[in-house]
């Protein structure tokens, strides 16, 4: 039966889990069958599954985690059962390729599917679904010609008027990632400095806890990946936040707005290997795309798979197509910036 569960960050826990995986998963798995690792929501991931299976006869076990996936896969070491992790972000994408728990996969689905911006170059990652992070602004207290760029948000004039959640996380090292990436360290770290400094108070909560924060009146901009303001508009209780706040695509002159994506790797010591290429062919093509983008919001990284209405309505802004290599490269220095700032200490 399929494996559900939530694990914690703990090589301990990794070990024991790993040693219930084994009798659950069975090394010498059959050929009908993959296992996946994934972090992200099991409404979103299961219909995706369970299509897959329904098209191709192969049952797949997954085990849906908090966090931890690394330290399982490295404490499960050889005897690892799983084929394919699915992540929320391509920095933990990167850092499972650099830990070495990848392996490097191809075919021509792939390549055809999905774009070389969404995938690394020799096939260790791919992109599965896309999502911007632009800036959340106050109808009634932002007028919306005052944000054109991520830079704004450095100008004194919206001291006090700022929140996020705290810097540390993916989502915010995705973002000072791609201004190292286009802008240079030192301004980049100028830029964060400055951001801080107009923070209404220290970074907490997650994002759509930063739009209730503009709804309430305690800031005034945010910044927040796209795919909250639908999940929002579907909630009876959060839609007045998400109504309260025009969604501003930044850096349409220059760059593109800031984008970051979900993806998969196929792990290093795969038992199923041909199933694990079969899954990622799947999630790339159109059926699974168009639930994997409709679903969550998101924008499917095959082109000409229709959108959801509700991204839609946001028209056709340019993105920052080198946002995911930026992240790969510069992720790290984006950590090592925001703790020697203290960003999370607040202004």
Request: glycine residues 8%.
């Amino acid at each position: 039966m399929p494996m559900k569960k939530i694990f914690k960050r703990s090589a301990k826990v990794a070990l024991t889990a790993s040693i219930a995986a084994a009798s659950l998963f069975s090394v010498a798995a059959s050929a009908s069958e993959v296992n996946v690792y994934t972090d992200r929501q099991e409404f979103l991931i299961a219909p995706l599954l369970e299509a897959y299976t329904e098209a191709t006869g192969t049952k797949v076990n997954v085990v849906y985690a908090s966090g931890g996936m690394e330290e399982r896969i490295k404490a499960e070491g050889r005897n690892s059962p799983v084929d394919v992790v699915l992540t929320v972000d391509v920095g933990r994408l990167v850092d499972m390729v650099n830990e070495g728990l990848t392996q490097s996969v191809t075919s021509p689905a792939l390549e055809a599917n999905i774009p070389a911006e969404f995938r690394a170059e020799d096939g260790s990652w791919y992109g599965l679904t896309f999502r911007a992070r632009p800036v959340y602004a106050s109808k009634e207290r932002v007028d919306p010609s005052e944000i054109n760029s991520y830079l704004d948000l450095a100008d004194p004039k919206w001291k006090g008027r700022i929140c996020t959640r705290p810097g540390d996380h993916d989502y915010n090292l995705g973002l000072l990632a791609a201004m190292i990436y286009h802008h240079g360290e030192e301004t980049a770290r100028e830029w964060i400095e400055g951001v801080k400094s107009n923070l209404a108070r220290a970074p907490q909560g997650n994002d759509r806890g930063q739009v209730k924060n503009i709804y309430d009146g305690l800031c005034d901009l945010a910044i927040v990946n796209t795919y909250y303001m639908g999940a929002m508009l579907a909630s009876d209780e959060q839609r007045p936040w998400a109504e309260s706040v025009n969604l501003l695509f930044v850096d349409q002159d220059t760059v593109g707005t800031h984008i970051n994506m979900s993806g998969a790797v196929v792990a290093r010591h795969s038992p199923n290997l041909d199933q694990a290429i079969e899954l990622l062919e799947f999630l790339s093509d159109d059926v699974a795309q168009q639930m994997y983008a409709a679903g969550n919001t998101e924008y499917p990284v095959k082109e000409g798979v229709e959108r959801s209405d509700i991204v839609k309505m946001w028209g056709e802004p340019k993105f920052d197509a080198e946002s995911p290599g930026a992240i790969a490269e510069y992720k790290g220095l984006a950590l090592r910036i925001m703790n020697e700032i203290d960003y999370n200490a607040g202004p």
